[in-house]
């Protein structure tokens, strides 16, 4: 039986990346990261002023594709939740709060470079050069929506928790055994971190010298469990120097601590040093998925401390202060990210028409003769209603 929806194969090629390309001018190696020391790194205080002396050198154009890739994640973000809530989409994971620890952690790495993400990454994979379209599908669970776009050397994520990270050291060696000059970065949660897989994957990649980078987004909670009942040190980064892996923390709210510190992570990487674990430390502002209350285990006021961090406003406060940005061009970026994000929806729509003759079609190979009656009656019901 051909599979159900075939047409909805990705036939195009994705999107121009927003990102893939090294950038010229890779921030240089501000050696942040040895095993003996565990950095606190922030760049970009919450009023958006940078410590210039670890900033990366970016120019404008640079600076401007980084805050685009943040707004068009908050679009994407803010419309999905719409889209569910209206019964367009099966459910998706908010990365609301999360933007800077998403763009700035895929910033430094090239087109060859793999990316093995969590299921809460949107914005880098947006970045990477996945369809919004196709995220969409995805999300609203057309398998077609899972399949990489070509060129894009990344995976699909899982939702089955940290099951993703030995699938990135494997990439890690894989690459390794071939002598390829390419690195692998992997996300996943503090709720990851407790899984045995993941500390697995840790160990093993310390051993082999993997060219790993691992992320651990700490956003505060695995669904209701808040980190500090996950794990009895706050710092989730400690944990990496016990299996010989140097670490960093860094503000996951500071896209420039971000790219500074990934970029080293990535050039230890490919010089052979192995891998490095770096902490973002961050606020899932929004929902775990749609299925989910946050009400009902945290108080208004810790979200209203975080509102205060937005990742977004720091940025823009300090594209301001460097005249890059001002307020009217922050309004047309977000008018077109809201409208490139609108346009996808459209095509999205037009991809997916339901079609209710199908319902009964992709349980069984032959239905029980109850279903039988049913669908008998069902589909006399839609002839009558002159329903296709
Ligand atoms: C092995 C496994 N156990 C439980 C779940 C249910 N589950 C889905 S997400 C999640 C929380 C994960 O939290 P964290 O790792 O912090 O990532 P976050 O969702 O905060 O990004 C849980 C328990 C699952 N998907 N897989
Ligand atoms: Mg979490």
Not at 75 to 90: A, F, N, P, V, Y
Not at 145 to 171: C, M, Q, T, W, Y
Not at 361 to 387: A, C, V
Request: with cysteine.
């Amino acid at each position: 039986m051909p599979l159900p929806y075939d047409e909805l194969a990705m036939t195009t090629t994705p999107q121009k990346p927003l990102g893939g390309i090294a950038p010229s001018d890779t921030p240089v190696r501000k050696n942040l990261i040895e095993l003996g020391h565990i950095e606190d790194l922030q760049i970009l205080n919450e009023d958006g002023e940078a410590d210039e002396a670890f900033a990366p050198q970016l120019d404008d154009e640079a600076l401007l594709t980084i805050h685009r890739g943040m707004v068009l994640t908050r679009k994407l973000d803010l419309r999905m939740l719409t889209m569910q809530r209206q019964g367009e989409m099966g459910t998706f994971a908010p990365s609301y709060g999360q933007e800077a620890t998403q763009i700035g952690q895929i910033h430094p790495l090239r087109t060859q470079d793999w990316f093995v993400p969590s299921y809460r990454s949107f914005g880098a994979q947006l970045w990477r050069g996945w369809t919004i379209e196709g995220l969409l599908l995805l999300w609203a669970g057309y398998f077609q929506g899972f399949e990489v776009p070509k060129g894009v050397n990344d995976l699909p994520f899982s939702i089955v928790v940290g099951s993703h990270v030995p699938r990135a050291v494997g990439v890690g060696m894989g690459i390794k055994q071939r002598h390829e000059n390419s690195v692998v970065l992997t996300n996943f949660g503090d709720g990851a971190m407790s899984q045995g897989c993941v500390n697995e994957a840790f160990n093993f990649a310390a051993v082999y010298k993997a060219p790993v980078v691992f992320v651990v987004e700490n956003n505060g909670y695995a669904i209701s469990h808040p980190t500090e009942k996950q794990a009895a040190t706050k710092e989730l980064a400690r944990r990496g120097p016990g299996f010989g892996i140097p670490s960093i923390r860094v503000d996951g709210n500071d896209v420039l601590a971000m790219i500074v510190a990934t970029s080293e992570a990535v050039e230890r990487a490919r010089a052979g040093e192995g891998p490095t674990l770096i902490e973002a430390v961050t606020y899932r502002m929004s929902l775990h998925t749609t299925a989910d209350d946050p009400k009902v285990y945290r108080d208004d006021d810790e979200v209203e401390q975080w509102t205060l961090k937005c990742p977004i406003t720091r940025f823009e406060k300090y594209l301001i202060g460097k005249d890059v940005l001002d307020e009217a061009a922050i309004e047309r970026i977000g008018s077109e990210c809201e409208q490139e994000v609108l346009d996808a929806r459209e095509r999205f729509r037009a991809r997916t028409k339901a079609r209710p003759r199908e319902v009964f079609d992709f349980m069984y190979e032959k239905l029980p003769p109850e279903l039988e009656r049913q669908k008998r009656e069902y589909l006399d019901k839609l002839d009558r209603k002159g329903i296709d």
